[in-house]
Nanobody
Framework: QPQLVESGGGLVQPGGSLRLSCAAS????????IGWFRQAPGKGREGVLC????????VLADFVEGRFTIPRDNAKNTVYLQINSLKPDDTAVYYC?????????????????WGQGTQVTVSS
C-alpha cells in the first residue's frame, strides 16, 4: 500500500528554480520505479521524468532536456524533481507516482499509486 506526498511547489518568477519532493511510505524504492507527471489547466496529464529502482532515468517529454533532473535520496526514501530556468508554460500541478516494477513506464496507466499533487505557478 504505497503512499506518496508531494511538496515544494509555489509561485516563482520566470528563470527561477524549484525542487519538488516526493516522500514515499509503505514501501522502499528498491522494487519500484517513480515517475513525475504534470497537468496544466485544461490539459491532459503528461509525463516528465521517471527513475527506475536501480537509478536509471527515463525522459518522458522533450521539454525536460537541460532543465529537469530527478535526484533521489534512498536513505530518506524520497525522490525529487529539480526544475531550473522555469517558464510560464511550466505552470501545472505536478504529481509523483509509484509503479510496482523496477523499470519505468511512459504511460500514467502504468503506475499504481499517486500523490495529491503540488501546484507550480510561474509568473512575473
Amino acid at each position: 500500500q504505497p503512499q506518496l506526498v508531494e511538496s515544494g511547489g509555489g509561485l516563482v518568477q520566470p528563470g527561477g528554480s524549484l525542487r519538488l519532493s516526493c516522500a514515499a511510505s509503505g514501501f522502499t524504492l528498491n522494487d519500484y520505479s517513480i515517475g513525475w507527471f504534470r497537468q496544466a489547466p485544461g490539459k491532459g496529464r503528461e509525463g516528465v521524468l521517471c527513475i527506475s529502482s536501480s537509478g536509471g532515468t527515463t525522459v518522458l517529454a522533450d521539454f525536460v532536456e537541460g532543465r529537469f533532473t530527478i535526484p533521489r535520496d534512498n536513505a530518506k526514501n524520497t525522490v525529487y524533481l529539480q526544475i531550473n530556468s522555469l517558464k510560464p508554460d511550466d505552470t501545472a500541478v505536478y504529481y509523483c507516482a509509484a509503479r510496482r516494477n523496477r523499470l519505468c513506464s511512459r504511460s500514467p496507466s502504468g503506475y499504481d499509486s499517486w500523490g495529491q499533487g503540488t501546484q507550480v505557478t510561474v509568473s512575473s
